[in-house]
């Protein structure tokens, strides 16, 4: 198994991309680049791992993703036009879907039943990649539908565990649960081998420390900030929940679901030919206007002008 990890650095996001000797290959958690205020979406990141596949004269017959991210944008449908390969997620996808979709009013183009991927694992379900053998992990938690990829040696894992400094990924999204995912890490990941690599789907370093994304089993049981060997259940769920309490939305959450929840896809033009991300807004003065866009106090207020 040879692996090529590519770091995007403004998601601070490993992406990795797997093949065998044949040259046979996955690529996992890829990304667009996606520039908030001017609303850009650009494909630099994505066209260096395609670079590296055709240099390499790989064949990709997967492009998997761990989870719908809520912070960076999948480039799966994109890599898939260019060199092909099948779009892979964990069939918990669906309870993610049914939470979010109806959100963005997106029933029309955005398949509940998740069929806008290519496969859905199951837990446990085993697969190839050329002559490599696959394991799904079902690992929730982060969200409801996150799986973990066990090949050989490694297992890439997403956003379940992060680098021992850091701990593990928050809980606090729809249909996270810190218990959930406190088993996820201690019976799916930590009860593998002690020499199992680990590869993560993120890192925030301490100022002045290069990313990394690599560790083992052994290293995250002895090391690991929230959950190292010793921590009992409750503790992490109470550490964990406080670490979540009042934690800020991924800057790209919004961006990010709308087109992940397609497996990478825009969504449909307008009749201007142009493609809109909605932003769904809260709060109660949003609440409180009416259709035509004044508040009930201003429409009272016109009623008694009328008077």
Known sequence: MHIQTFFEEDTATACYVVSDDQGRAAIIDSVLEFEAASAVITTRFADMLIEYVRRRKLRVEWILETHVHADHLSAAWYIKEQIGGKIGIGEHIREVLHYWVPLFRAEDETPLDGSQFDHLFADGERFQIGSLEVEALHTPGHTPACVSYRIEDAVFVGDTIFMPYVGTARTDFPGGDAGSLYDSIRTRILALPDTTRIFTGHDYPPAGQAPAWQSTVAEQRRTNLLLADGVERSEYIARRNERDR?????????????????????????????????????????????????????????????R
């Open 246 to 306: 009042g934690k800020a939305a991924p800057r790209l959450l919004l961006p990010s679901l709308q087109v992940n929840l397609r497996a990478g896809r825009l969504p449909r033009a307008a009749g201007n030919g142009q493609r809109y991300l909605q932003i769904p807004l809260r709060g109660a003065w949003a609440a409180a206007q009416n259709a035509d866009g004044s508040s009930a106090e201003m429409q009272s207020a016109r009623a008694r002008s009328r």
